[in-house]
Every structure is written in structure tokens, then in C-alpha cells.
Nanobody, 121 residues
């Protein structure tokens, strides 16, 4: 079973940077796409970025050119480097893993526990 453990986040002033981590375990020879989402208070969860198994990436328009998604295969960890942070980036951030490939890999989406990011003006 795929499990995700998040770390990082915290509070920062506008213009600052933070890095979120998402450690993925239990892949068992599966391909995996890792997504980041954010959820602001009273709002629905929304897409931030994705790192697909083949290394391709995609970003929401609101974070493009400010956030960078990357991975360290040796640590089974995906990172979200957040630069030039704005107060409107304040939210809970969640990583999500979607596995596929071999027959046993189709388990549905696995989510991390979430981590708070607060940006003050």
C-alpha cells in the first residue's frame, strides 16, 4: 500500500521561500505520478503541480515560474520548492500519489497528511 509522509511548510513573509517534501513508500514496482494540491480555508482543494513518472511537470497558472517540483529517487521523495510566496498562497498543502503500470498498481489515489503554509504580508 502506498503511503505518503509530508514535511516542511511553516510561516514566512511575502517574498520568502519554503520547501515541502513528500516521501513516498510502498511503490512495489509501480509507476507513480505525484501531485501537489492546496486548500485554503472554506475553499475546495485545487491543483498546484504534478511530476509524472516520466519526469514531465505541469503547474497551475497561479504558481508557474514561482514553484518548482522535483524528485530525489534515492530518497523516494518529491519536493515542492515555493519561491516569491504571496499571502494568497496561504493554505494547507497536500501531496497525492497515483500509481499505475503493473496490475497490482491500480490502488486509487493516496494522500499525504497535509502541511500548513502561511504567508504574511
Amino acid at each position: 500500500q502506498v503511503q505518503l509522509v509530508q514535511s516542511g511548510g511553516g510561516s514566512v513573509q511575502a517574498g520568502g521561500s519554503l520547501r515541502l517534501s513528500c516521501e513516498v513508500s510502498g511503490l512495489k514496482d509501480c509507476k507513480v505520478d505525484v501531485h501537489w494540491y492546496l486548500q485554503a480555508p472554506g475553499k475546495e482543494r485545487e491543483f498546484v503541480s504534478v511530476l509524472e513518472n516520466d519526469g514531465s511537470t505541469s503547474y497551475a497558472h497561479s504558481v508557474k515560474d514561482r514553484f518548482i517540483i522535483s524528485r530525489d529517487h534515492t530518497k523516494n521523495t518529491v519536493y515542492l520548492q515555493m519561491n516569491s510566496l504571496k499571502p494568497e498562497d496561504t493554505a494547507m498543502y497536500y501531496c497525492k500519489a497515483r500509481t499505475y503500470g503493473n496490475a497490482w498498481c491500480y490502488q486509487g489515489d493516496a494522500w499525504g497528511q497535509g502541511t500548513q503554509v502561511t504567508v504574511s504580508s
